[in-house]
């Protein structure tokens, strides 16, 4: 299949390994990605915190550029995903809104392409069955937990995503390259990443309790599919409570032997390296 | 005149905040109560009360993390995420100083780095807030580890039409821009 990419500035940035194993995966699974062309930042949270209309104006801006190409969008980064479904749902409901925004950029916006992040992608298009097959050093020994955060999940009628409240697609994929991924209570709770920079010791406090919660449900790593997430559990623990953090891409990528699949272990801020070389995976 | 209650019900163009019975659901989910002045439901209370300067002063506003989880759970639909975003604009509208001056701040210079080159160059973005906010030294060593690890590029490619982002931002400026 071959689908647009919109990366986002966290793909090109601090969450350069996402953007690396999600095209290494992609590439095995025969999903073609063609870039948006001249994509610009989608506004994340500081848009939408000030002003309404930025906040859709620059998704729309994307949205409108990848239609030009007419494939579904993949979106990898949770927060880049949320503000264009949220965009999408406010330009399809309201349609006084839907002019300003068009008459503000200087195009249409036709609504006939689907934003879908990789899990469903890879989920649903893919399946659990093709991915299993292309396993070739299942992941014995690694017990993650999946953290999926708040931004693929909510506000549920917007984002679609299965299972809001206890999500199992990344799950079933962990378990599918060989992982033990172990149950928690905490998939869906926020980790407290929009305040990261100007509210640290409170996010400290929220990354330390996720922690605590994936050692209390026995597992030795923590999986997500959010860049904000992945910088903050990686960054923000307090020492002594930090577990090795993955996008589930690059523990794809490991579990499929893809080329490169080891390079982006060296840029964690917490070294993940000594677990997975423990394990005898790296 | 509008109410205060009326001009929020107009800015959210969803269901109406009247709507909730106090059951207290989005404040016994929300990660942050603990550090708010004003839990959530009390806001909601308070517009109807028609309590404009203590709501669009309280740190409440500002502390909310946008997880969403309220309006996930809410049984009536109402959308507190959204209704504190409409709360956050129309504190900046009406120049009302945001009781965590920090986290306006970086939201601003997270728009900055946008109108400047299209996509956020997060160095660039990170020595703005800092000055901006004056805390020059947090985060130093794990800004230079990230840098050590290549995670902080100091040139990022930019986008080529910035006629057509700066346009956005000329075209959706309000009184009181950012």
Known sequence: ?282 | METFLEEVNKKINGVPIQRCYHCRKCTAGCPMTKHMEYNPNKIIKMIQNGQRDKVLNSSTIWLCLSCETCITRCPNQVDIAGMMDVLRQMAIESGVAAREANVLKFHEAFLAGIKFGGRINEPMMMAHYKLKSGDLFSDALLGLDMFMKGKLALLSPRTKDMKSVRNIFEKTKTDKEV
């Open chain 1, 1 to 282: 299949m071959k689908v647009s990419y919109y990366p986002g500035c966290s793909l090109h940035a601090t969450g350069k390994e996402y953007d690396q194993s999600m095209r290494a995966v992609s590439r095995a699974l025969d999903i073609e990605l063609k870039e948006i062309d001249d994509w610009c930042c989608c506004g994340a949270s500081s848009a939408h915190n000030t002003n309404f209309d930025l906040s859709i104006a620059l998704p729309a801006r994307n949205l409108i550029a990848a239609e030009k190409d007419a494939m579904d969008v993949m979106v990898p980064c949770a927060a880049c995903f949320n503000r264009f479904k949220t965009a999408e749902h406010h330009l399809k409901a309201d349609k006084d809104l839907k002019a300003r925004i068009e008459g503000i950029i200087g195009a249409k916006y036709q609504g006939g392409i689907a934003i879908r992040n990789p899990i469903d992608i890879i989920f649903n298009d893919i399946g659990i069955d093709a991915l299993a097959k292309k396993v070739v050093k299942p992941l014995t020994g690694l017990r993650p937990v999946s953290y999926y955060g708040c931004l693929l999940l909510r506000p549920p009628e917007v984002c679609q995503f299965e299972n809001y409240e206890n999500p199992f697609m990344l799950d079933k994929m962990m378990r599918a390259i060989g992982a033990d991924v172990k149950n928690w209570s905490y998939k869906t709770d926020c980790c407290g990443g929009s305040l990261a920079i100007s509210k640290t010791a409170i996010v400290v406090e929220m990354c330390d309790r996720l922690m605590n919660g994936a050692r209390e449900a026995d597992a030795n790593c923590v999986v997500t599919a959010c860049p904000l997430c992945m910088a903050n559990l990686d960054m923000r623990p307090s020492e002594g409570k930090k577990l090795p953090v993955f996008y589930f891409t690059e523990l794809m990528s490991l579990a499929m032997d893809l080329p490169g699949s080891k390079d982006t272990f060296k840029s964690h801020i917490f070294d993940p390296r000594p677990l997975l070389k423990q394990l005898g995976l790296v």
